[in-house]
């Protein structure tokens, strides 16, 4: 049974459809007073706990005591948070606050309709190395330079900011792409009344420290999200077949969702049919910036179309003997009903997947019947307690390529998911090198549905599955083999990896 592919198939089909179906049907009345936004705050709270108390493992998984204690505490932080909500930023920071604390990319809060509040103190901040610099400015403070040093804000230290003030709300410090968005997302001012932005900072520029307040203002609407994408980890790669350079192939895959489907089919067709020659190349760049994950059996396919079926089927398979867990409940099974006939119909009828898509059907409705909270997906002549399980990124082999081409994956941080799974693979086949970023890391939860909360203002993405001995351990990350210094610039990004290509 491959878990991985499936699980991800199930994920890319919830994102596209849940979504839509469950916006489509619900009514936004927007609070018009504080009272009534307090009011709103307290109602979504109760329900995205009974949510997380009734669809997930979080609040009843005993190998997860961490994320049972955040059940509890979180929520007597959130209540206390509440207490404040007067507006929209208030409303969703309230609650926010309490899905990320899980520190799980598979749980989630996101506002229905954008937050209106976005100011910004006249300069873009960015990560170098540890310290945060200043990308750009508007010009309109001259004392503050392009590339200063920002040593600290209101007599803290930066880093020590961060953990008070954005880690709380979003993002996850155990992730290398979200430490570097951090430093960016410091000075942007989203109105979150938990958490307020720096006032006075400490800049140094060419060796002189001077002490400026800060004057926050909108952003401006020209090119300043373009901007800030640049100073976290820039764009995502573009979908295709290139060839930048003599024997260079650059292949762009940013999605493996299956609403990318006809996109991915032409790129694996393209590079089955070129095969031969790719391999005889100089170079491979396969370039999975933005690429957040989808359905596995993409990154497989694309895989098998690269380095041959057989040199894939010999990478160590890395989940034997694990299992997941689902969450038993009605609203999950009602869920699986409703996608499944799709699933069945794009994959095909004597599909593994529709085989796989049945007997968890079944399962979930016989353990309702029974009354069981769980319902154990797991090879039937298994026993005994899962293997232990991580260290699966510390363990690529090394020697040589078994093809000609070198192999360089490149990432800005985002792969995770279905790219993780592709990550397993391709970065366990000799010689494959990723430069650029570490990749993201998962959880150990897994295959998510989205409800609206009843106020119809913000949507949580609830996990309804739990691994069981994944050899890749939880928010496990792929470290960089060549890790790059500079500007998230997609043309600064390609020219960089050109060098190194020359160079190596």
């Known amino acids: 049974m ?11 089909c919830a994102l596209i459809t849940g979504a839509a179906s469950a916006q489509s049907t619900l009514e936004v009345v927007t609070p018009d007073t504080p009272q009534e936004w307090r009011a709103a705050a307290e109602s979504d709270l109760e329900a995205l706990r009974m949510y997380l108390r009734e669809d997930t493992p979080v609040a009843i998984d005993a190998e997860n005591p961490r994320m049972q204690r955040w059940f509890d505490r979180g929520y007597r932080e959130a209540r206390q948070r509440v207490r404040r909500v007067t507006d929209q930023p208030s409303y969703f920071y309230a609650l926010a606050a309490y899905t990320n604390g899980f520190q799980d990319p598979h749980l989630s809060l996101s506002p229905v309709a954008p937050i209106p509040i976005a100011r910004w103190p006249g300069f873009i901040a960015t990560a170098r190395g540890d310290d945060t610099v200043v990308a750009s400015t508007d010009g309109g403070d ?12 209101d007599g803290r230290a930066l880093d020590r900011l961060r953990e008070r003030t954005v880690f709380p709300f979003t993002l996850n410090p155990q992730l290398a792409r979200d430490r570097r ?3 960016t997302r410091l000075f942007l001012d989203r109105g979150n ?6 006032r006075r900072c400490i800049f140094e520029s060419n060796g002189q420290r001077t002490r400026h307040t800060l004057t926050w203002r909108d ?30 192939t650059w292949i762009g895959v940013p999605t ?10 032409a790129l694996v067709n393209e590079i089955a049919a070129n095969a031969d020659a790719i391999r005889a190349g100089r170079a491979v760049v396969i370039d999975v910036r933005g690429n957040g994950g989808g359905n596995s059996e993409w990154g497989a396919e694309l895989a098998r179309a690269l380095w041959g079926a057989e040199i894939v089927s010999a990478v160590p398979e890395g989940e034997t003997g694990g299992y997941v867990e689902w969450r038993v409940s009605q609203r999950n099974i009602d869920y699986i009903n ?42 039937p002549n298994a026993t005994g307690p899962a293997p232990q399980g991580g260290a699966y990124t510390l363990r690529r082999p090394q020697g040589p390529s078994p093809i000609p081409a070198r192999v360089y994956v490149l990432s800005n941080g985002t792969c995770g998911s279905a790219c993780l799974d592709f990550a397993d693979t391709v970065l366990h086949i000799p010689g494959t090198q990723l430069i650029g970023m570490d990749t993201s890391g998962d959880g150990l939860l897994m295959e998510v549905r989205d409800e609206v909360l009843p106020s119809g203002l913000a949507r949580v993405v609830l996990p309804l599955k739990v691994y069981r001995g994944r050899a890749r351990g939880a928010l496990e990350a792929y470290r960089v083999d060549v890790p790059y210094a500079g500007v998230w610039d997609d043309l600064a990004v390609r020219a ?4 190194l290509i020359s160079r190596q």
């Open 496 to 499: 960089w990896t050109l060098e």
């Open 219 to 248: 952003v401006p609407g020209d090119d300043y999200w373009t901007r800030y994408n640049i100073a976290t980890s820039g764009p995502g790669a573009t979908f295709g077949v290139t060839t930048p350079a003599d024997g260079v």
């Open 2 to 12: 491959m878990l991985r592919a499936l699980s991800a198939a199930i994920l890319a």
């Open 181 to 183: 968005t951090a430093h």
């Open 256 to 265: 493996f969702g299956n609403e990318a489907g006809e996109q991915l089919r």
């Open 193 to 198: 009344v938990f958490a307020p932005s720096p």
């Open 338 to 379: 409703g996608f499944a006939p799709e699933l069945i119909a794009q994959f095909g009828e004597d599909s593994e997947i529709a085989g796989w898509v049945r007997t968890t059907q079944q399962g979930l409705q016989s353990a309702l019947e029974r009354g069981e909270p769980t319902f154990s997906e797991r090879d």
């Open 142 to 153: 001259t004392a503050i330079q392009d590339g200063a040093r920002i040593v600290s804000c």
